[in-house]
Each structure stands twice: as structure tokens, then as C-alpha cells.
């Protein structure tokens, strides 16, 4: 017995072809985060930023770990505020108790840098080195 109702038919598969269209079409379309955005971010917008993830570590937002020590602390503001940044230039060595780290600390700031202009972070790792 064939379809007795041809119209049902091609209308679900009218509904079923458009939605598909339209799931294929969001997932070609570039995501914004990704998107150029043609001005580097501000020293001010990093600070704001870092006092923002200094108040969620202190209200427990990130777990205890994040609390146990000072340094614990400035490794999950690190990872707050920028986690690619913080996965290529300090996951694989955390900062340890007194440590400055001036070059990497630089690797990571040039790092959100070209982030906030959609460009690559090959290259970041190392590029201070002297």
C-alpha cells in the first residue's frame, strides 16, 4: 500500500529538507569568536577581564585548587582569562611559588594579542626567546 496521502509526505519531507538546509548552512558560516575583529585588545580590557576572573576563583567558581595558594590562584586567572593562551604557554610548566617569568609572561600577553585580532598562534610559543 503506497502512501495515501502524498501531500503529508512532501510536506515532512519540505520540513525535514529545509532544516537540514538551514544546520548545514549555520555550521559553514564563521563563528564570530573566530572572526577578525581588527582591533587588538587593551591593556584595560585585560584587567577588567582579570579582575573579573579574580572575583569568581574567590567566590569558589573554579574549586578549591584555585584557592589553596597564591600561586594556584594566578595559574587559574591565568587559564580564566585566556585558555588557549594558557595551554600553549604555561600548562605544560605552571608557574611555581616566586617564580617571575618575564619572557613567558610576555609570550602570553602577545598571544591573547593576535587572539583578539583572529590571527594564528603559531609562532607565539618561543618568539621572546633570547
Known amino acids: 500500500m503506497a502512501n495515501s496521502n502524498p501531500k503529508l509526505?512532501?510536506?515532512?519531507?519540505?520540513k525535514f529538507?529545509?532544516?537540514?538546509?538551514?544546520?548545514?548552512?549555520?555550521?559553514?558560516a564563521p563563528s564570530p569568536a573566530l572572526s577578525k575583529s581588527r582591533r587588538p585588545i587593551t591593556d584595560t580590557e585585560i584587567r577588567q577581564k582579570k579582575n573579573e576572573c579574580y572575583a569568581d576563583i574567590e567566590s569558589g567558581?573554579?574549586?578549591w585548587?584555585?584557592?589553596?595558594?597564591?600561586?594556584?590562584?594566578e595559574n587559574c586567572v591565568l587559564r580564566c582569562l585566556s585558555p588557549p593562551c594558557y595551554e600553549l604557554v604555561y600548562?605544560?610548566?605552571?608557574?611555581?611559588?616566586?617564580?617571575?617569568?618575564?619572557?613567558?609572561?610576555q609570550e602570553y600577553k602577545y598571544c591573547m594579542h593576535r587572539l583578539s585580532l583572529g590571527e594564528s598562534l603559531d609562532g607565539v610559543k618561543g618568539s621572546?626567546?633570547?
Do not use: H
Not at 585548587?65 to 590562584?73: E, G
Open 17 to 28: 529538507s529545509v532544516l537540514l538546509l538551514l544546520a548545514v548552512l549555520s555550521s559553514l
Open 128 to 130: 621572546f626567546d633570547y
Open 65 to 73: 585548587q584555585c584557592k589553596s595558594s597564591m600561586i594556584a590562584k
Open 61 to 63: 567558581l573554579w574549586g
Open 9 to 14: 509526505f512532501n510536506s515532512k519531507t519540505l
Open 91 to 105: 600548562e605544560s610548566d605552571p608557574l611555581e611559588e616566586g617564580e617571575k617569568d618575564f619572557i613567558r609572561s
